[in-house]
């Protein structure tokens, strides 16, 4: 069969109009509509220059299909995903490119239920009748398209995890990178206490300030300078269909997006004892440790969300979280949100009565790592076998749920291929030992640039 570029494992991606293109949007709606066949499904699209005409293409194939639309306009992907489930969609598409460069764009799909469709539950299938033109005969009655901009259901489910009356007036720093984040963000801002100082807010898919992607360490510094000549309590940045957010304490010090999964774990933990959390397998002790002593049950997934989706589902898990910043939560569908997040740690620090370097700074001195660090290579299987290899007399925990995890008494490691990008990912943490976590970096760069 004819391989689509933009056809990926979990989503479509792809540069416009090389491998995404007004026409190829309507061959998806009429797959999409043939595959699954809906009755309607909810549509949305980011701020990139060229998701409007994706969005109407993708509209008039479902449409021509008769499917009925539910259209959300200028959104996040998140809001798709509560829209599925507010509206009893059998759908939701969102054609967004994320934090992907410009000029690139895609779309992310769920069936009903804001389950994902991914490779294994209905991609696949998708791009088989695009290639093959297999699709429906065109409705006699076209469907009809109703737009759905009014977000005060989804804004007031946000507001549903916190108090919001018990909140105090925090100045806190907000950079939506210009993307979907701004429009949105002000619709919950209004019914928040918090002194709020906007960057890059207005949602412009010319993308003035580069692409709103918070992983880019050039693009952390506005935030964390603005962060500090405030004063602020602290910081939060958004990608561009902001699923994922990024927290930034007082100092203006970025913080890992694995030391926040133990502490939103534990802040849930707190409402409701007793429940289980999902993991991914890069980095874990400090999960697993956080996770036992608020209670819970830590329960490892393979990285990927279509992977944590269907896990805390199938263990009916409160909260699944990804080092990558993707936090999902059962009670949005089993879905990631990038503004839950950021409103429960608010909260924590006020009941807590700490700021988020303090609530941080124990954690990583007992489970220092390396952050993600990422290599691109020529055969990542000589380089796996290698690693192994060189530690092998040392007896370690051997795991392979994702990659290969291998775990000695005072240090753990991951490395493993990515699922998007033609990267090799590696990941070291220690029990309290930073130097010991810079010397395994060593020690395994060493191998990778051997090979």
């Known amino acids: ?23 190829l949007a309507y061959k998806i709606g009429r797959a999409f ?34 499917v009925d639309i539910i259209h959300l306009g200028l959104c996040g992907t998140e809001e798709v995903y509560f829209g599925t489930s507010h509206y009893h969609a059998d759908g939701g598409i969102m054609v967004t490119a994320s934090h992907n460069p410009k000029g690139h764009n895609g779309m992310k799909m769920v069936s009903k239920g ?17 290639v093959n033109e297999d699709y429906i005969e065109q409705s006699s009655t076209k469907g009809t398209l109703y737009s759905k901009t009014d977000k005060s259901a989804y804004i007031d489910h946000l507001l549903t995890y916190i108090e919001v009356d018990k909140l105090p007036e925090f100045t806190i720093v907000v950079n939506a990178g210009n993307g979907a ?3 949105t963000f002000d619709q919950l801002a209004e019914k928040l206490p918090f002194n709020i100082i906007r960057l890059h807010h207005e949602a412009d898919g010319n993308f003035p300030h580069g692409v709103p992607n918070p992983m880019i360490v050039d693009n952390r510094a506005i935030t964390s300078e603005t962060i500090v000549a ?14 994922r957010c990024f927290l930034f304490d007082k100092d203006g010090h970025f913080i890992e997006g694995y030391y926040l999964v133990g502490l939103l774990a534990e802040t849930l933990l707190k409402k409701h004892p007793g429940e289980k959390i999902v993991h991914d397998p890069r980095l874990t002790w400090n999960t697993i440790d956080q996770v036992k002593q608020a209670g819970g049950v830590p329960i490892q997934s393979k990285t990927g969300h279509a992977f944590i ?13 990804e080092m990558s910043a993707h936090h999902y939560f059962r009670d949005f569908a089993y879905c990631d949100s990038g503004m839950i997040p950021w409103l429960l740690i608010a909260e924590l620090m006020r009941t807590s009565g700490k700021s988020l370097s303090d609530l941080i700074k124990a954690r990583m001195q007992a489970y220092p790592c390396s952050g993600e660090l990422n290599y691109k290579v020529k055969d990542s299987a000589k ?17 392979e749920t994702d990659g290969v995890s291998l775990e000695f ?4 490691m991951n490395i493993r291929l990515s699922n998007t990008e033609p990267l090799l990912r590696l990941n070291i943490e220690s029990r309290g030992d930073a130097e010991l976590v810079q010397q395994k970096v060593k020690e395994i760069e060493a191998i990778i640039y051997s090979e």
Request: negative net charge.
């Open 33 to 66: 509509a043939s595959e699954f066949k809906p009755k309607n499904i909810v549509i949305g699209h980011d701020i990139r220059l060229e998701s409007p005409a994706l969005s109407e293409a993708l509209c008039n194939g479902l449409m021509d299909s008769g």
């Open 383 to 399: 380089i796996l076998a290698a690693v192994q290899e060189k530690y092998r007399a040392e007896n370690p925990v051997l795991d």
């Open 181 to 183: 984040a701004g429009p």
């Open 230 to 243: 405030n004063n602020a309590d602290f910081g939060v940045a958004w990608d561009g269909d902001f699923d």
């Open 114 to 130: 804001s389950q994902p469709i991914s490779g294994d539950s209905g991609l696949k299938a998708i791009e088989t009748r695009v």
């Open 409 to 412: 008494a005072e240090w753990r």
């Open 309 to 321: 989706k269907e896990r805390m589902r199938k263990e009916d898990a409160i909260y699944g979280g």
């Open 1 to 23: 069969m004819t391989k689509l570029p933009a056809f990926k494992a979990y989503d479509i991606r792809g540069i416009v109009p090389d491998d995404l293109n007004t026409d």
